[in-house]
């Protein structure tokens, strides 16, 4: 097994966390980044789709001025143009 080196502090908090769960540290470190490994999958896949998204939008010519926005945003929230 590959040992990895914690800062005392996160050592504390992995020990701490995996006391909670009834888990040894090891167990606990791996379950935590499992959880955190999906959601990031899962986060990166979004962002690529809403870029998709964006980018079909402006080939087919759904966009509108940033000046439009920007002006509608102060009205909206009453900042001084």
């Given at each position: ?19 909670r769960r ?60």
């Amino acid at each position: 097994m590959d040992t990895i080196q914690l800062k005392p502090e996160r050592r504390a908090q992995l020990e701490e966390y995996a006391h909670r769960r009834g888990q040894d540290p090891a167990s606990a470190l791996d379950d935590a980044v499992a959880v955190y490994l999906e959601w990031e999958r899962q986060d990166f896949a979004e962002a690529v789709e809403g870029i998709r998204c964006g980018y079909e939008d402006v080939k087919a010519g759904r966009t509108r001025p940033a000046a439009e926005l920007f002006a509608r945003l102060r009205r909206k929230h009453g900042i001084p143009g």
